[in-house]
């Protein structure tokens, strides 16, 4: 099906399209007599604006025409035939504004562009103080630039307005923007015209959505402000709805318009004209307005000296009358001037001559509009403006022209006039420009309460501290009133207008002008969408199709003859039509709306003139008196135009001067009808919403009686009811003001942009919720309180039937208000159709129609989900009603609804009782089952509720017996349901199946519901879940899954359960009653008990993490008691067994200051052991029920050593030996305790002189009584292999072991919120198991290599388990009171068992790797490769694997600390005396010291490079030489693996070499003679701290195959170095 968008832009430049057609009439005639012009163009016309005598139109692809009297082209262009704006072709405009006499169009980019009349700088080409152009023949771009910020940036304009001297634009981030002349631009200057556009500061902070121009005011629509931004922003000190944020006022200042802080609106002072003081306005163009032709009054209210009428008969132009006061001083009683005097005044305003068509000129002269605010003492006016006097005559002198620019000249004239006005008023005398300023009664109260203004010295940001401005987005369409963050217009607006008031134009009460925007209170809260602006009166529409109107209603332009005009009053409309587009012209006012039919109607107010009576009104110009009569024939109330039915589907209207236009379109293939409809019908829904809340809802809500009558239960529902009705019907207004937005520009818009395919959910949410609220009323039979409540006033019954009801039956009781309040629910209906024909003119493939129809079936969805809701919540009602009684008032909730019950015995529970009886009722979220039931009456004795969400249903198969059963299967319960016959079996199990996948969040449709599902579950009978309740997964009845289970006790448990019990990584809380305090673990479980690793936090402060076991702690654990701070705090860390220490452990016992590193049983030390203490103690042997007995090693700090026996902890009895530290030993008989001394009987020895000290005699030697270093720890290593899946070391499947590790690090990732992005990448490339079973060789070697060192970086893999909890053991053992250098040995022992049983490990997962020491099947291709693992033989490179090359860089970086602490200690006597000989020897110069080691002086460097700069070696040079090889040689400090070392020496070899060979010809081979001397130097300027303790280090822990080759070498070098160096002291 054809596109008619497509169709149209096809044929457009051919035919004359059926979009965008544009009819033009004259307003001032006859209606029965009006034809409107129709626009010819080849092209729709997508916009048009009109201005006094001209018009502009906007036509498809952005072009511009004009039509009307160009005056400043010197054209008369027909209305028929406009011509194109030929320098903006080229040029894609977006929207076009007419002013009075000038023009403005913008830019897709947002630029503006002005021309026409610029005499006020309306067209921005003024500059400051001059007139550079009267007139702009052509368009000329306008720069709407933000100097607030820095840099300046140009402002991109979305919206554009003109008035007759002045333009506004509207920005993209919702800011206004002025320039031209007058208080109309709400500027803060007196300096007119402003040539530039300038902000409207006053508006700085707020949400302006649209701007319009009247002739010589201003009006914005402005986002409200929330509450709270109020008191943020102005403090105010009401706050009562409709009232203006910005000022406060007493009922005294409501009623007295006059008031101290009244200022002049102008903001320029007020002085007495000077003698011979002349003026005149410069009026170019508009003086070539042909005879007969309207002309226009430019200032109303001023003095003839600046009267500017255009009619070219009248040679006012250029002349000057001089008004002249006789005191050159100002007045200050004004108000006793001259009578005469004034009547003058009044005269020469009275007799300006006028164009008696021009009803502008008409209302202009109706009331005086000097832009000054009525005082009643002229002492006030005097010294308010007395300081500026000079500044003001300055300025006057200066200006050539002298107010030739300002829109409204002021003069004292003119505030004689207004002030004695003003007294008249004040003195009860009625006048008729001021009838309506102090009314009294109903009408104050909806009044402007607020000041006029305040006077403003500079920016409202700086005088308030402004809430953040709304952004916008700068993509907004033109034209388009700003939208919501959700896309949806707002309805929460306000309206602001400034300018002149002279005709009420203004709204807020009185006849005043403004220089500043100030809120129209009156109007707050009516959720205005549009303003329209006319010459001198004002129009306002509503989201409920209400006007409303105010200023000049001379014409009836107003659409009412209510009194007060100057606040807005809502025009008089007939029954059944609905207003959705204004305008406002100059004496008429014209609106569309909806009528009977779906096309839309046009409705006229104002002047309505014969063509005889016109004639003659413009051959009496002269003597015409201000007079209404004047006026022939006006519309009281908008009248329809007849000939808007020929014209098709009105879009949008139009109004300017005495002309009106209207957009319109022909329905093709439907479209325009379909749009047209559902728009109309979405306005109707929302009027008739607002009339429910006003009329019934509203009412019932604040009647002190609903409680009582309601009841507490369904007054809450109704507070909801109401609640959603505002929510939903908020969104239909919503959505009516987007439809009609659309209707405006519905040539530019996509049709898939209509709310109800974006905004969806949005309408889906709000039809459920209301929908819900009703029924649940419905339900707990709350509408007949209510509808009894509702006829208590008088008449209400009546008023609720004729303006409410929807429905044609006489219906009775509650029907009428279930009825009328579901009636939104025939709009769903409405939705799908409208959408079902717009799908239909779009070809099926197309976007549009997928999307149409995609909402189509969405609405149908919601409108037969509703409607099953509605129907169920009826059954559910009459439910109630039938069975009504106390007993069963209980299961009565709002919620709850009937799907069927058992009362004629369709079911009933197996191996019942012959006599009981059994009632099932099915609710929808609910199995009730009742005993003692007699239906009838609605009485039982017993019953029991089983949630849907934990209920399974399983039809018993028949296996003969003739039963029809159900299985039915709770948490606690199961029991079978026998029905009557097979139908009713299958109705039930159907029934419930449906009921329980709702309830679950299915369709509903029947199928059986998911055996797995997530629903909470309060336990009653269980034994362990007691009173327990429980959130999360099931299965099949049971617990089963992740879940939470809570305990009235205050026990929780939040984790995985598995077939009912607690199963898998689970953090339970434990209360302790005792201690006040919780137990929490956090851990793995196995069948309802801690079992696995896991942590455990005991209320007394204990901390246990380790492994557990049927609840018990077993396996490897540490334990840590109380805090440093505490006297008994302690750490264990080592094996458990059922509960209790057994086997190897450490335990540091911080308070004593004592560690214990042994065997242990049933918590006691047992077995051999070694004791620290933090004195320096060493202890090793044996230990008996936790005391030392038996043989046992002791040395002090100061290296005396007992050799003995124990029999109780630091007490010896019995034989010993007891050496001192010089050698001198003590062999018999001990008895005492160590630390307070000893009894001996036994034999002193004193070694000879020649004989050297022999700590080791005896065979002292220590280790001996430890616990061998491969016994250590076997309990951590037992958790990796368990974790690996195997029963013991080596004892398990290797396929079971990888993919334990994969699942392992799968559920990490998983359950892991917190991981990295580099930790999570890490686990997912350890989630795929490598090719375990290959070979391995020197090609694959590294990929082993690389998968291990990715393992022990995550502690979530078993190896990297492995390592982290080693090396935690180990800083145990070795740190703090354990850094003692007797345990050095056992240290290094430890580590090479670390690596034995690690690698053990690691072959059984990679069971190619050869024996430790064996070589690779295959070598490197390159003899640089892996250059640590392998050794050159004969035939070449051999890789080598072994458990210290592969796992001691996993190992050994963790644990260097400890053990490299240990190394120094160890070295500490011989590290002092190398340091005393490194420090003295290198205070000698490079050539001393080489001289001194003897190094042949042909290695003696003779130049350095310092910054690629060489400088010759003298003899006073030190650190200099070698100077590369020293560095390299300091890195060694900085590795940690033996091997990384040794690659440091074998670097700095290599540096050396490199630095001698310049100072040697020819090859040469170091000879060690040679290369000694020279090592010596550089390890003696390298300086290297604890370099014995490196040097033993790399001894202990070198790989052995390379002990013997090039690197061993070279570490022989090193340490005979390092010797040497030693020897030195004895030099």
């Known amino acids: 099906m054809e596109n008619p968008e497509a169709s149209l832009a096809d044929e457009q430049a051919h035919t004359s399209p059926d979009r965008g057609l544009l009819h033009v009439w004259h307003s001032a005639g006859h209606s029965r007599q009006l034809c409107p012009d129709r626009v010819l163009l080849s092209r729709p016309v997508l916009q048009v604006s009109l201005g006094e005598h001209h018009g502009l139109l906007l036509a498809q692809g952005g072009q511009v025409y004009s039509f009307g009297e160009l005056l400043w082209r010197d054209l008369s262009v027909p209305v028929s035939a406009p011509v194109p704006e ?254 005469l005097e004034l009547q003058n005044l009044l005269e020469k305003l009275s007799d300006q001559s006028l164009d008696k068509q021009d009803t502008d000129s008409l209302s202009s002269h109706t009331s005086d509009d000097s832009c000054i605010s009525s005082t009643p003492s002229s002492d006030l006016l005097t010294s308010s403006y007395k300081d500026d006097l000079n500044t003001k005559r300055q300025m006057h002198n200066n200006s050539g022209l002298s107010g030739s620019h300002s829109s409204s000249p002021v003069c004292l004239n003119e505030v004689r006039l207004c002030l004695e006005k003003e007294k008249r008023s004040l003195q009860g005398l009625k006048s008729s420009s001021l009838t309506n300023i102090y009314q009294k009664g109903k009408t104050a109260t909806s009044r402007r309460s607020s000041l006029p203004g305040t006077p403003t010295h500079g920016s409202p940001r700086r005088r308030h501290p402004c809430a953040c401005r709304p952004s916008s987005a700068g993509g907004a369409s033109v034209g388009a009133p700003e939208e919501a963050e959700d896309g949806l217009p707002f309805l929460e607006t306000e309206i602001w207008s400034w300018g002149r008031g002279s005709e009420g134009q203004l709204g807020h009460g009185d006849q005043l002008a403004r220089l500043q925007p100030l809120c129209v209170k009156s109007l707050t809260g009516e959720e205005v969408i549009k303003v329209a602006a006319g010459s001198h009166h004002s129009l306002a529409l509503t989201a409920q199709c209400q006007v409303y109107s105010w200023g000049s209603n001379m014409c009836g332009q107003l659409g009412h003859v209510n009194i007060p005009v100057t606040v807005p009053q809502q025009a008089k409309l007939s029954d059944g039509l609905r207003v959705w587009d204004l305008s406002a012209g100059q004496s008429h006012s014209l609106l569309l709306a909806d009528g009977d039919c779906v096309q839309p109607v046009l409705l006229y107010c104002g002047q309505q003139k014969e063509p005889v009576q016109t004639e003659r009104l413009n051959q009496s110009e002269s003597s015409s008196k201000r007079s209404p009569s004047r006026v022939e024939r006006y519309t009281v109330m908008p009248t329809l135009l007849p000939f808007c039915i020929e014209m098709g589907y009105v879009s949008s209207v139009c109004s300017g001067g005495q002309s009106c236009a209207v957009l319109a379109d022909h329905n093709v293939m439907g479209f325009i009808s379909a749009i047209h409809e559902l728009a109309s019908r979405e306005r109707h829904l929302y009027c008739w919403c607002s009339s429910v809340r006003k009329i019934l809802l509203t009412p019932l809500r604040k009647k002190e009686s609903l409680c009582p009558v309601l009841g507490e239960q369904c007054t809450h529902l109704f507070f909801s009811l109401c609640e959603s009705f505002v929510q939903l019907s908020t969104l239909i207004g919503r959505h009516a003001t987007a439809l009609t937005y659309f209707l405006h520009n519905v040539q530019g818009c996509d049709v898939t942009t209509l709310p109800l395919l974006t905004h969806t959910e949005y309408f889906i949410d709000a039809y459920k919720r209301y929908f819900s609220s009703l029924g649940d009323f419905q339900v707990m039979g709350g509408f007949q309180p209510l509808h009894k409540l509702s006829l208590e006033s008088s008449g209400f019954r009546q008023t609720l039937l004729t303006q409410l009801s929807v429905s044609d039956q006489s219906a009775s009781g509650d029907v009428d208000l279930v009825s009328m309040l579901y009636w939104p629910l025939q709009q769903l209906h409405q939705y799908s159709r409208a959408l079902l024909k717009l799908a239909a003119c779009y070809d099926v493939l197309t976007v549009e129609y997928k999307s149409l129809d995609q909402g189509h079936k969405d609405c149908e969805s919601l409108s037969s989900s509703l409607l099953r809701r509605k129907k169920e919540a009826e059954t559910t009602f009459l439910f109630w009603k039938t069975h009504s009684g106390k007993t069963t008032e209980c299961l009565r909730l709002p919620r709850r609804r009937v799907v069927c019950e058992s009362s004629n015995r369709s079911l009933t529970l197996q191996n019942a009782g012959r006599f009981s009886n059994h009632w099932f009722i099915l609710f929808n979220d609910a199995l009730v089952h009742t005993q003692g039931t007699i239906p009838s009456q609605s009485f039982f004795s017993t019953h029991h509720v089983y949630p849907l969400t934990c209920l399974w249903v399983k039809p018993v198969t028949e296996n003969g017996s003739g039963l029809h059963a159900l299985k039915i299967t709770c948490p606690e319960e199961s029991f079978t349901l026998v029905a009557s016959t097979p139908q009713e079996k299958n109705k039930w199990l159907r029934s419930l199946n449906q009921t329980v996948d709702q309830i ?251 004989e050297p000290p022999n700590k080791e005699k005896n065979g002292l030697k220590l280790g001996q009584y430890a616990v061998p270093a491969d016994q250590r720890w076997i309990c951590v290593f037992d958790e990796c292999w368990s974790r690996l899946g195997c029963e013991a070391a080596g004892k398990g499947e290797r396929t079971t072991a990888w993919e334990n590790i994969a699942v392992t690090i799968t559920t990490a990732r998983r359950q892991s919120p917190d991981l990295s992005r580099s930790q999570t990448k890490v686990l997912e490339c350890l989630e795929f198991i490598p090719q375990y079973e290959d070979p391995v060789t020197a090609a694959n070697y590294d990929n082993i290599r690389r998968y291990l060192t990715k393992a022990c970086e995550t502690p979530h893999h078993p190896l990297g388990w492995l390592v ?158 070698f100077v590369s090889a020293v560095e390299t040689l300091q890195q060694i400090s900085t590795r940690f693996t033996p091997s990384d070392k ?86």
């Not at 830019?107 to 009267?134: D, F, H, L, P, R």
């Not at 070589?1415 to 072994?1442: F, H, I």
Request: aromatic fraction near 8%.
């Open 1000 to 1250: 679950l969040g299915g369709g509903g449709q029947g199928s059986s519901p998911a055996m797995t599902r997530t629903a909470s579950y309060t336990f009653t009978a269980d034994e362990r879940f007691k009173d327990a309740q429980y959130t999360g997964s099931w299965l099949a009845g049971r617990v089963h899954g992740r879940g939470t289970m809570k305990w009235p006790d205050g026990r929780l448990y939040k984790g995985n359960f598995k077939n009912g019990l607690e199963d898998g990584y689970g953090e339970c809380v434990i209360p302790n009653k005792l201690l006040n305090k919780t137990d929490t673990y956090q851990g793995q479980w196995r069948e309802g008990k801690i079992h696995g690793f896991g942590k455990y936090k005991y209320a007394s402060g204990e901390v246990y993490e380790g492994c557990f076991c049927d609840g018990q702690r077993h396996g490897y654990g540490m334990l840590s008691s109380g805090k440093l701070a505490r006297n008994s705090s302690s750490v264990f860390i080592g094996q458990w067994v059922h509960d209790k220490r057994t086997g190897y452990g450490v335990y540091d016992d911080i308070t004593r200051g004592e560690k214990y590193m042994g065997m242990w049983l049933d918590d006691q030390r047992h077995g051999s052991a070694v004791i620290i203490t933090q004195h320096g103690v060493y202890f090793e042997g044996a230990f008996r029920e936790n005391k030392m007995s038996g043989l046992g090693l002791l040395m002090s700090d100061d290296d005396t050593v007992f050799h003995g026996e124990f029999t109780d902890d630091w007490t010896i009895s019995g034989k010993g030996i007891l050496t001192m530290p010089n050698g001198d030993s003590l062999d018999g008989q001990f008895s005492g305790e160590w630390s307070s001394g000893l009894k001996v009987v036994g034999t002193y020895t004193k070694p000879g002189i020649d």
């Open 86 to 339: 030929v320098s903006l072709l080229g040029k894609t405009m977006v929207h076009v504004a007419a002013g009075g006499f000038h023009c403005g169009a913008l830019s897709e980019q947002g630029s503006v562009y002005m021309w026409g009349e610029n005499t006020a700088g309306q067209c921005g080409q003024t500059e400051k103080g001059t007139v550079t152009n009267i007139t702009v023949p052509e368009p000329c771009p306008v720069s709407v630039v933000d100097g607030e910020v820095v840099p300046p940036v140009v402002v991109r304009v979305v919206d554009l307005a003109c008035g007759r001297e002045h333009s506004l634009a509207l920005s993209a981030q919702n800011e206004l923007w002025a320039w031209g002349s007058g208080c109309q631009l709400g500027l803060v200057t007196s300096t007119f015209p402003v040539g530039k556009p300038q902000k409207v500061e006053h508006l700085a902070g707020r949400h302006v959505i649209q701007v319009a121009c009247g002739a010589y005011h201003s009006l914005a629509l402005v986002r409200r402000l929330p509450p709270q931004d109020y008191n943020t922003q102005h403090a105010p000190k009401k706050k009562e709805r409709g009232q203006s944020p910005h000022y406060s006022v007493t009922e005294r200042e409501e009623l007295s318009a006059v008031e101290d802080s009244h200022y002049c609106p102008l903001g320029v002072e007020l002085t007495e004209v000077m003698k011979g003081e002349t003026s005149s306005q410069v009026r170019g163009p508009r003086r070539k307005l042909r005879a007969g032709a309207t002309s226009a009054s430019s200032s109303p209210g001023s003095d003839d000296s600046k009267s500017n009428t255009k009619h070219p008969n009248l040679e006012s132009q250029g002349q000057t009358d001089s008004v002249t006061e006789t005191d050159g001083s100002p007045k200050v009683h004004l108000l006793s001037a001259d009578e």
């Open 1364 to 1521: 982290e909890t080693l090396v935690t053991a180990y800083r145990m053992t070795y740190v703090g009171v354990g850094s003692n250098r007797r345990l050095l040995r056992q240290a290094v022992q430890e580590v090479l068992a670390y690596l034995t049983h690690f690698y053990s490990v690691i072959r059984f997962l990679f069971p190619g790797l050869p024996d430790d020491g064996s070589v690779l099947p295959d070598a490197p291709t390159s003899p640089s490769k892996s250059r640590r693992n392998s050794y050159t033989t004969g035939q070449g490179c051999v890789m080598v694997v072994s458990s210290s090359s592969l796992l001691l860089p996993l190992l050994l970086p963790r644990l260097y600390p400890p053990l490299f602490t240990l190394y120094s200690l160890q070295e500490e006597q011989e590290e002092t005396e190398y340091w005393e000989r490194i420090l003295r020897l290198n205070k000698q110069p490079d050539q001393s010291l080489l001289s001194f080691l003897e190094v042949q002086e042909k290695f003696w460097p003779l130049w350095m490079s310092i910054l690629g700069e060489k400088k010759q070696i003298v003899s006073s040079s030190k650190d200099a030489c």
């Open 1542 to 1627: 040794l690659m440091v020496i074998q670097k700095s070899f290599e540096e050396l070499t490199l630095e001698v060979k310049p100072l040697l010809d020819g090859d040469f081979l170091w000879c060690m003679d040679d290369l000694f001397p020279l090592f010596l130097y550089v390890v003696l300027r390298a300086r290297i701290r604890n370099l014995g303790a490196e040097i033993s280090l790399i001894e202990d822990l070198m790989d052995p195959n390379i002990q013997h080759g090039e690197l061993g070498l070279m570490f022989t070098t090193l340490k005979a170095c390092y010797i040497q160096i030693q020897q030195e002291t004895n030099a």
